[in-house]
């Protein structure tokens, strides 16, 4: 049973194609990552699935239902947790989800209690009654995310939930996320950054330019690069030809410096170790350390999409594009 269905799904404006013909299911409980740099079409794609932009062609179904213009028959089933947040400003967190939760018909004991049991379970007690302004990013996030579940959603939309907020807090939330998905609610989430995709979502859509390019099961992904053999070197002076030496004794290896003195070998077949460290003990280069590397979504998205990682995160420094 799907939770979600997209069929040749678009979204034009004026001649810019945002999502092309995007065809996707969601699999009841299960969570389903949009995976996909900035401009990708992830926001847009959502938008259509929640009503809150017409799709310019394609059809949608909503826990068994189609949907057209209209989406008021299934909304009750819907969270949705937008990128930048939708809460009051001068209101406490308190009262901004007893508001959401008013939103949804919720009398007002009911209410009052969930809106204490989410500021509970998110760790928010505590800042219960401060203005949603003054809270720190982190803080307005989990407020946002619960404010999207406060009607118990039996399908939660999260865009880019960990985006921009600190290494703990962003723990945080995806323990939010693994809970509410281990307690059955259905997650589709977006999100640019990979090892998030990889250790959080069941299934993933790599989607560039408005295409999705590659979808699958984690481990299917990863079948793609089960063959490749990576290693990182350390050298201490390294000469800057030594990368292409170790190509040269491996054909079809790719070598890339990624940082100073870290050279990556990748190779389809066994790379030639005893030679590797004799053309490095050779050239004076001193190899510090030299171990293996457990290939990852990285490299299967790098493949698919030719997209490096940290134009993803919107960082153009590192490790070049592999030919
Ligand atoms: N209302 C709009 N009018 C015109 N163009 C739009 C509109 N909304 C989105 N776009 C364009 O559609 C494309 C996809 O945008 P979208 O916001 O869906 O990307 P995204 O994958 O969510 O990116 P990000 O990671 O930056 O959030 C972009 O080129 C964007 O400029
Ligand atoms: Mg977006």
């Known amino acids: 049973m799907f939770a979600l269905a997209a069929s040749n799904l678009s979204k034009k404006f004026d001649q810019l194609t945002a999502v092309d013909q995007v065809s996707f299911e969601v699999k009841k409980g299960e969570i389903f990552g949009f995976l996909g740099p900035n401009g990708a079409g992830k926001t847009t794609t959502i938008n259509m699935l929640t ?50 939760a008013s939103l949804y018909g919720m009398a007002k004991k009911e209410r ?3 809106a204490k049991e989410l500021l509970d379970q998110f760790g928010l007690a505590d800042a219960a009654n401060r203005k949603f302004k003054a809270y720190s990013k982190g803080m307005k996030r989990k407020l946002t995310i619960a404010a999207g579940i406060i009607h118990n959603p039996e399908i939660l939309f999260l865009d880019e939930p960990t985006t921009g907020i600190d290494v703990a807090s962003a723990r945080q939330i995806r323990q939010l996320i693994t809970t509410l998905n281990q307690h059955g609610t259905t997650i589709f989430l977006t999100t640019h950054y990979i090892e998030e995709a990889e250790r959080l979502c069941h299934r993933i859509a790599f989607i560039v330019a408005g295409k999705i390019v590659r979808c699958g099961p984690v481990e299917q992904l990863m079948s793609d690069v089960q063959d490749q053999q990576i290693m990182e070197l350390s050298i201490e002076h390294c000469a800057p030809d030594l990368p292409r030496q170790l190509m040269a004794l491996c054909p079809d290896s790719q070598a890339e410096l990624t940082g100073e003195g870290v050279i990556r070998l990748y190779s389809p077949v066994p790379l030639p170790l005893a030679e590797i460290f004799s053309v490095i003990e050779k050239s004076k280069n001193e190899l510090l350390e030299a171990k293996r590397i457990r290939p990852s979504l990285e490299e299967v998205f790098v493949r698919v999409t030719g997209i490096e990682k940290e134009k993803m995160s919107g960082n153009n420094m590192g490790r070049r594009k592999k030919q």
């Open 51 to 100: 009503g809150l932009a017409r799709p310019s062609s394609g059809k949608m179904e909503i826990a068994g239902q189609t949907v057209g213009s209209s989406m008021k028959r299934v909304q009750h089933l819907l969270g949705i947790v937008p990128d930048e947040s939708n809460l009051y400003d001068e209101l406490s967190g308190y009262d901004n989800l007893c508001f959401c």
């Open 112 to 114: 009052q209690t969930r």
